[in-house]
């Protein structure tokens, strides 16, 4: 059953990061609002599209006319995380089934459970509060943790599956707290970078490497990180001015120089380890890392095309997994 359990955890976390890139594709299409109701879509489990069902919708949605591309990529989304939700399910009630299976987790996919439901619960809230940028930013927040744990569980289960006397060396302390403080570092600069999309501030700073012709521009940081505004507000172009886009724009950038800078300390002290454990992980670190600064460079040097802005966020997942697994490595082999 491990073995079993393993493929359907490695299917469900190929589908988490679909659903976590096409989710940026949706919000960076300005689809978010595609749908202005939820669970449906103008109270439709489809995308009405007849004309008296257009014309239905419309009259219940004056403020929302009907876009039907942008409905759709919406509604593709939520039936893709609904899949994505099912999956998870399924993995819980299989641990819960085959309890004297060694092999298979306890508790690891029940919070998976909880984590999907409180992403349910954001993804209505994302609607329902017009994109507020906390929901949305937590919405992708919760998207990212998702794929972690579904990772580290996919290869918590291949750990188990290896025999105690094939397994490596155990890690030094310093290489768990390097890989932690790597991550961590990680997971503060994705939560700016979803702050910068939600507040549609990332062609606050158009130019590169300045940033409106300023190494250190004009900043309003108590306004640009004020995480709630209140409701009933139509929060879809952003409502802050351009100094807290700025802003917000810049301590995206000025992350970035810290999160690279520990990379490429932490990817080089990896490929210096004599053991050869740690070479592939170095390169990967290095490499991801490589890939995702270049896409964000040219995000902002062409001004946000869409489909690396997508590129990008598929890029931090990619650089997330790669954290989590260096982390796994570090703490699942502990004396």
């Not at 919708?57 to 609904?82: D, G, L």
């Not at 520990?262 to 990817?267: D, E, P, Q, S, T």
């Amino acid at each position: 059953m491990a073995v079993w359990f393993s493929r359907i955890n490695l299917l469900t976390l190929l589908l988490c990061f679909v659903v976590v890139v096409f989710g940026a594709y949706v919000r960076l299409s300005d689809a978010g609002l595609g749908c202005p109701d939820w669970p449906g879509c103008y109270g439709h489990v489809g995308v009405p599209e007849t004309d008296h069902a257009v014309a239905a919708a419309e009259a219940r949605y004056p403020h929302r006319p009907v876009e039907a591309h942008k409905a759709w990529k919406e509604m593709i989304h939520r039936y893709i995380a609904s899949t994505l939700g099912f999956l998870i399910v399924l993995m819980a009630f299989l641990s819960l089934r085959h309890t004297r299976d060694s092999g298979l987790p306890r508790v690891l996919p029940w919070v998976l459970v909880g984590l999907v439901i409180f992403q349910g619960i954001l993804g209505m809230w994302t609607v329902t509060w017009q994109l507020k940028p906390l929901a949305v930013t937590g919405h992708l927040l919760g998207g990212m943790s998702t794929f972690s744990l579904l990772l580290w569980m996919f290869l918590s289960v291949r750990a188990r599956q290896i025999a105690a006397d094939a397994r490596p060396a155990v890690p030094t302390p310093r290489a768990r707290t390097f890989a932690a403080i790597g991550l961590m570092l990680l997971v503060a600069q994705i939560f700016l970078g979803g702050w910068t999309s939600t507040n549609y501030a990332a062609l606050a700073c158009p130019d590169f490497p300045t940033c409106q012709s300023h190494y250190w521009p004009e900043l309003d940081v108590s306004t640009a990180f004020t995480l709630w505004h209140g409701l009933g507000i139509n929060y879809e172009y952003g409502i802050l001015d351009n100094t807290a886009r700025v802003t917000i724009h810049f301590f995206h950038r000025l992350g970035a120089i810290v999160v690279t800078t520990v990379m490429l300390l932490l990817g080089g002290w990896l490929l210096t380890r004599p053991e050869k454990q740690w070479k592939p992980y170095g390169v990967a670190v290095l490499a991801a890392l490589l890939v995702q600064v270049s896409i964000g460079i040219s995000v902002v040097i062409l001004h946000l095309p869409l489909a690396l802005a997508a590129a990008h966020n598929a890029g931090a997942a990619v650089l997330l997994g790669v954290l989590v697994a260096l982390n796994h490595r570090a703490w699942w082999l502990r004396s």
